[in-house]
């Protein structure tokens, strides 16, 4: 009997340390006409150069989005605006994933901010 081969786990090195947060966003794609999607979501985690988010719209790969914090969860006072989360911005989608959720269908999402 063969066996396969083992696999090793790719590590992924991030260049900015990720900050967990639970952050009410909306977010719709930046566009000059046409109908315009806005989605309701989460922010999970964020860093100086981008965020995660978690939506039930599945924005395209390479979407440029306006991206709006509409209630931050509770935060210590003491927290620097460094460490909070963009309020409103532009990000461009990386990538995306579907989230297997019971009674909804849920997209992860990587986004890279636009400055």
Same mark, same amino acid.
């Not at 083992?6 to 090195?13: A, D, H, L, P, Q």
């Not at 719709?28 to 109908?35: D, E, I, L, Q, T």
């Not at 790969?61 to 209630?71: D, E, F, H, M, S």
């Not at 959720?101 to 890279?112: S, V």
């Given at each position: 009997?063969?066996?396969?081969?083992? /696999?090793?786990?790719?590590?992924?090195?991030?260049?900015?340390?990720?900050?967990?947060?639970?952050?009410?966003?909306?977010?719709?794609?930046?566009?000059?006409?046409?109908?315009?999607?806005?989605?309701?979501?989460?922010?999970?985690?964020?860093?100086?150069?981008?965020?995660?988010?978690?939506?039930?719209?599945?924005?395209?790969?390479?979407?440029?989005?306006?991206?709006?914090?509409?209630?931050?969860?509770?935060?210590?006072?003491?927290?620097?605006?460094?460490?909070?989360?963009?309020?409103?911005?532009?990000?461009?989608? /990386?990538?995306?994933?579907?989230?297997?959720?019971?009674?909804?269908?849920?997209?992860?999402?990587?986004?890279?901010?636009?400055?």
């Amino acid at each position: 009997m063969m066996t396969q081969p083992f /696999k090793e786990k790719k590590v992924v090195t991030r260049a900015d340390t990720r900050n967990p947060t639970e952050a009410t966003i909306i977010c719709r794609p930046y566009a000059s006409s046409g109908a315009i999607c806005a989605s309701d979501g989460i922010m999970r985690n964020f860093s100086s150069g981008g965020a995660y988010i978690e939506t039930s719209h599945n924005f395209k790969t390479k979407t440029i989005l306006i991206l709006r914090v509409v209630r931050y969860p509770s935060m210590s006072s003491s927290i620097t605006d460094l460490e909070r989360p963009r309020s409103i911005c532009l990000a461009q989608v /990386k990538w995306r994933q579907v989230l297997a959720e019971e009674n909804a269908i849920r997209y992860g999402i990587g986004l890279k901010y636009l400055d």
